[in-house]
């Protein structure tokens, strides 16, 4: 009798073993058996205010990241039917005061950017998402924007939004 007992409960846990998958990587990243290619289209850049290269940065920042953390295939955009799909829009682009002294002078400024990303999934349970990615860096008031902005943009703010972007795709965070 004890022996039909332990060979059910082998079987059992064969059963429910092979029944049940969990897939785990070593960047974090959770991607659907079935998938097997991606396409981050190019992000175009809406804001009022813009920086020329923004878009191209952000682009090629977020197909490198895909790309190297994941074992997804990036294919080309005239691609119809790519099994995860990026699609973005430059939405927000602008310079502010951070910090302001007791006479109305701003010590610290800040350049913030927002991207509105659709991330659109055609394998597995399908949910896509839709959501906007904002990311801000300070920098002292008495440097003109235009000398700090593209260093603020190669760190922290494009790493930061594309690392936004990929662990909400792919890391369910």
């Not at 092979?18 to 959770?30: D, E, K, L, Q, R």
């Not at 977020?62 to 080309?76: A, E, G």
């Not at 502010?96 to 913030?112: E, G, M, Y």
């Not at 597995?124 to 990615?133: A, N």
């Amino acid at each position: 009798m004890i022996q039909y007992i332990k060979t059910f409960v082998v079987f059992a846990l064969m059963a429910v073993m092979t029944g049940c998958s969990v897939h785990y990587s070593t960047t974090g990243a959770s991607i659907e058996p079935d998938a097997k290619t991606v396409n981050v289209r190019f992000i175009i850049n809406k804001a009022p205010i813009n920086n020329p290269t923004l878009s191209q940065k952000i682009t090629q920042k977020l197909r490198d990241k895909v790309t190297s953390q994941t074992r997804l295939v990036l294919v080309p955009e005239t691609e119809p039917k790519a099994d995860y799909e990026f699609r973005g829009t430059i939405t927000g682009y602008s310079f502010s005061n951070a910090a302001v002294t007791d006479v109305d002078k701003p010590t610290q400024s800040r350049l913030t950017v927002t991207v509105n990303v659709v991330f659109i999934k055609r394998v597995g349970d399908k949910k896509g998402w839709t959501q906007s990615f904002s990311r801000s860096a300070e920098f002292n008031a008495n440097r003109m924007p235009n000398s700090v902005e593209n260093t603020l943009l190669d760190d922290p703010l494009i790493p930061g939004i594309t690392d936004d972007i990929f662990n909400r795709a792919f890391a369910n965070w």
